[in-house]
């Protein structure tokens, strides 16, 4: 009798690709900031601060799922996902996680659909990613903690972005946030 492959998940599905869908790039990171990144404890997090946005456009993640979850999980080690509002910025809870991060991954999410629902995304992600910078850097157990900022950006305001973020030392960019998009990108942090 012959024996039925297993079922692969949706998300699995979505999750096998091109290696450049998104067209990840990495802008700049020191070199001990990626090694750090590349190479955590298995018993470190990572901290994964997402804004939340709509669904990329031709999606086919369910409604109810975060678009960011498929980065935490192609990050293969433990994640601790912590979206956050664009009207509320930075609070409490986002700072209760910080002393417990191995490594800090923040996401600005502002491509042209982003942007038409929410033309200030970009300035309001921005501010949020500086003050958990500057919470990170104030932090007494946060040295050495790696952070990398992915940014998804596109069209005329992809320039405009870039130079926005110029203050962070390791800088990550897409193209789209697509769930194949966004496994390149961890595996590209990774190294894998």
């Known amino acids: 009798m012959a024996s039925t492959p297993p079922k692969i998940s949706n998300l699995t599905m979505l999750l096998q690709f091109n290696s450049t869908t998104g067209n990840p790039t990495l802008l700049r990171c020191p070199p001990p900031a990626l090694s750090r990144l590349q190479h955590l404890n298995i018993a470190e997090f990572v901290t994964l601060f997402t804004p939340c946005v709509p669904h990329p456009p031709g999606t086919t993640l369910a409604r109810n799922m975060d678009p960011f979850e498929p980065l935490g999980r192609a990050f293969q080690r433990k994640v ?113």
């Not at 659909?113 to 932090?139: I, T």
């Open 80 to 192: 601790r996902h912590l979206p956050y509002r664009l009207d509320n910025g930075m609070t409490e809870t986002h700072r209760d996680f910080l002393s417990a991060s191995g490594a800090i991954v923040l996401v600005i999410c502002a491509p042209s659909n982003v942007l038409a629902f929410s033309p200030k995304a970009f300035e309001k992600q921005l501010e949020f990613c500086r003050d958990v910078v500057e919470e990170a850097e104030g932090g007494k157990d946060m040295e050495g903690v790696p952070v990398m900022l992915l940014l998804v950006t596109d069209g005329a305001a992809k320039t405009e972005h870039v130079e926005g973020v110029d203050e962070f030392p390791a800088v990550l960019t897409l193209d789209e946030y697509s769930p194949p998009a966004l496994a390149n990108a961890a595996r590209l942090i990774l190294g894998k």
